[in-house]
């Protein structure tokens, strides 16, 4: 069968793709359509076509698949915060097990590594310990309301439909985020549409209102709500948060990140403390964690904690060995490892995470902990120390290749990598192939209904 852009056909799907999307084969070519499911025969139109694959759109389910169950929400098939709802959770940790396999294997050309079964998240709903909503002064509207005359696109607080930046879905109820997000959600976006203050424009950039996120503690059972806005407006948004802290007391801290950047990134040009806190407090297992609006954390607690087990047992610390953790961010790593190390360096490029790591470093009466800023390369060869583990726990991107040359300079004994992105993650351990043997690879599902997946490799020596 000839495979033509804007054609349409009628596919049976076999598998589903790194990335979320059914994969269909027509002779062996690679067809991906999102929003499909192994065993949905779906009528289908060609969007893209590339000499090695193509796209499709997804028309209709012609027959469903057996596999497919009822999601958890009405959003789902049309928000962006979890695509695989309709996919059983057993079946969802049997997928996420694949990618990392088929990852090492087709990616880092490493087809020898056994890769362990996925370890579960505690829960598959409100796990979420933080939540960014964007405004819009036009909402996006849900087909039902389409066919509704009487509804108006007006103002609209939730998240986009995938691949656009200016679509909003009103979002009622998130079943990720704890319940209290959800009455806190709701609050705010009666206050925003009282108010007669407009929302963002994300077409002009004219506008007020631009975020809501939400965080909150597990342990302290304690919420932060983060109100982004073009710039100030005290008179405003002072008795409002006052009014937030009165109606819902495990809010301790209400901030005002102001930015008139055009960029639809929810971090300010600056900070305001409004009412309460300028923080949250968490706790992994038995240390405490400062978590302001802007800071970095995992945003599944509970399956941090699973994680950080999973490195520690790697790492099999003695108490007399130093540790390097590159790419430590607020420094959770290093201050999970360090009552079983000696000493643990961490470098970090952003600075105000360095910040952070240290006052998380005091908080937790910690003094064998030492935080650099810098970029990873240029830092790495400054230590001067002998480097018994290596911990690598870098972004999606992975590591840059001169980071992978000073790694196989220092030479450590062992490394544990840490990696949110399959894909990286095979890349990089073919590249340190050379002084290293990957021993295991232990995935942790921190992100239920959606394709993403972290991992823990253990790396041995063999210079």
């Given at each position: 069968m000839g495979i033509k852009k804007r054609k349409t056909i009628e596919l049976?799907?076999?598998?589903?793709?790194?990335?979320?999307?059914?994969?269909?084969?027509?002779?062996?070519?690679?067809?991906?359509?999102?929003?499909?499911?192994?065993?949905?025969?779906?009528?289908?139109?060609?969007?893209?076509?590339?000499?090695?694959?193509?796209?499709?759109?997804?028309?209709?389910?012609?027959?469903?698949?057996?596999?497919?169950?009822?999601?958890?929400?009405k959003y789902s098939g049309y928000c962006g915060g979890c695509r695989w709802q309709e996919l059983p959770y057993e079946m969802q940790l049997q997928f996420k097990k694949k990618h990392v396999e088929d990852?090492?294997?087709?990616?880092?050309?490493?087809?020898?590594?056994?890769?362990?079964?996925?370890?579960?998240?505690?829960?598959?709903?409100?796990?979420?310990?933080?939540?960014?909503?964007?405004?819009s002064n036009r909402r996006w509207l849900m087909p039902e309301e389409l066919e509704n005359p009487e509804v108006i696109k007006d103002f609209g607080l939730g998240l986009h439909v995938p691949g656009t930046f200016d679509k909003v879905i009103d979002i009622e109820f998130c079943s990720i985020q704890p319940e209290t997000g959800n009455e806190i959600l709701s609050e705010v976006r009666n206050f925003i549409k009282k108010s007669g203050v407009p929302g963002y424009d994300l077409r002009s950039h004219e506008g007020f209102w631009r975020f809501v996120m939400l965080k909150n503690s597990s342990a302290f059972n304690t919420w932060m709500v983060n109100?982004?806005?073009?710039?100030?407006?005290?008179?405003?948004?002072?008795?409002?948060?006052?009014?937030?802290?009165?109606?819902?007391?495990?809010?301790?801290?209400v901030v005002n990140n102001i930015t008139a950047?055009?960029?639809?990134?929810?971090?300010?040009?600056?900070?305001?403390?409004?009412?309460?806190?300028?923080?949250?407090?968490?706790?992994?297992?038995?240390?405490?964690?400062?978590?302001?609006?802007?800071?970095?954390?995992?945003?599944?607690?509970?399956?941090?904690?699973?994680?950080?087990?999973?490195?520690?047992?790697?790492?099999?610390?003695?108490?007399?060995?130093?540790?390097?953790?590159?790419?430590?961010?607020?420094?959770?790593?290093?201050?999970?490892?360090?009552?079983?190390?000696?000493?643990?360096?961490?470098?970090?490029?952003v600075e105000s995470a360095v910040i952070d790591a240290k006052k998380n470093a005091q908080l937790n009466s910690i003094d064998n902990c030492r935080f650099s800023t810098g970029d990873i390369k240029d830092v790495l060869p400054e230590l001067n120390k002998k480097c018994d583990l290596m911990?690598?726990?870098?972004?999606?991107?992975?590591?840059?290749?001169?980071?992978?040359?000073?790694?196989?300079?220092?030479?450590?004994?062992?490394?544990?990598?840490?990696s949110c992105n399959p894909a990286t993650l095979a890349r990089d351990?073919?590249?340190?192939?050379?002084?290293y043997k990957a021993l295991e690879v232990q995935p942790v599902d921190m992100f239920p209904h959606s394709f993403h997946i972290e991992s823990v490799a253990v790396l041995k020596a063999n210079f």
């Amino acid at each position: 069968m000839g495979i033509k852009k804007r054609k349409t056909i009628e596919l049976e799907i076999s598998d589903l793709a790194f990335g979320g999307k059914g994969l269909a084969k027509i002779d062996g070519f690679p067809v991906f359509v999102d929003h499909t499911l192994p065993g949905d025969r779906a009528l289908v139109r060609i969007v893209k076509k590339k000499k090695s694959y193509a796209e499709g759109k997804l028309i209709n389910i012609v027959e469903p698949s057996s596999l497919r169950q009822k999601p958890l929400c009405k959003y789902s098939g049309y928000c962006g915060g979890c695509r695989w709802q309709e996919l059983p959770y057993e079946m969802q940790l049997q997928f996420k097990k694949k990618h990392v396999e088929d990852s090492l294997a087709h990616i880092g050309l490493l087809r020898d590594i056994p890769v362990k079964d996925v370890i579960a998240s505690e829960k598959i709903t409100g796990f979420r310990n933080k939540m960014e909503f964007s405004c819009s002064n036009r909402r996006w509207l849900m087909p039902e309301e389409l066919e509704n005359p009487e509804v108006i696109k007006d103002f609209g607080l939730g998240l986009h439909v995938p691949g656009t930046f200016d679509k909003v879905i009103d979002i009622e109820f998130c079943s990720i985020q704890p319940e209290t997000g959800n009455e806190i959600l709701s609050e705010v976006r009666n206050f925003i549409k009282k108010s007669g203050v407009p929302g963002y424009d994300l077409r002009s950039h004219e506008g007020f209102w631009r975020f809501v996120m939400l965080k909150n503690s597990s342990a302290f059972n304690t919420w932060m709500v983060n109100i982004v806005t073009k710039k100030e407006n005290d008179e405003l948004l002072i008795p409002f948060a006052e009014h937030l802290m009165e109606k819902f007391p495990v809010i301790k801290s209400v901030v005002n990140n102001i930015t008139a950047r055009k960029s639809g990134v929810a971090t300010g040009e600056y900070e305001k403390r409004l009412a309460g806190d300028s923080f949250i407090r968490e706790q992994l297992g038995n240390f405490t964690f400062e978590i302001s609006a802007n800071s970095f954390f995992q945003t599944n607690t509970a399956g941090a904690e699973k994680l950080y087990s999973v490195v520690s047992r790697y790492a099999e610390l003695k108490g007399d060995e130093t540790v390097f953790d590159l790419y430590s961010g607020t420094g959770t790593i290093p201050i999970w490892l360090s009552r079983d190390a000696y000493e643990v360096y961490g470098i970090e490029i952003v600075e105000s995470a360095v910040i952070d790591a240290k006052k998380n470093a005091q908080l937790n009466s910690i003094d064998n902990c030492r935080f650099s800023t810098g970029d990873i390369k240029d830092v790495l060869p400054e230590l001067n120390k002998k480097c018994d583990l290596m911990i690598i726990d870098p972004p999606r991107v992975g590591m840059h290749k001169d980071v992978v040359k000073q790694v196989l300079k220092i030479r450590p004994e062992k490394i544990v990598y840490v990696s949110c992105n399959p894909a990286t993650l095979a890349r990089d351990l073919g590249m340190l192939k050379s002084g290293y043997k990957a021993l295991e690879v232990q995935p942790v599902d921190m992100f239920p209904h959606s394709f993403h997946i972290e991992s823990v490799a253990v790396l041995k020596a063999n210079f």
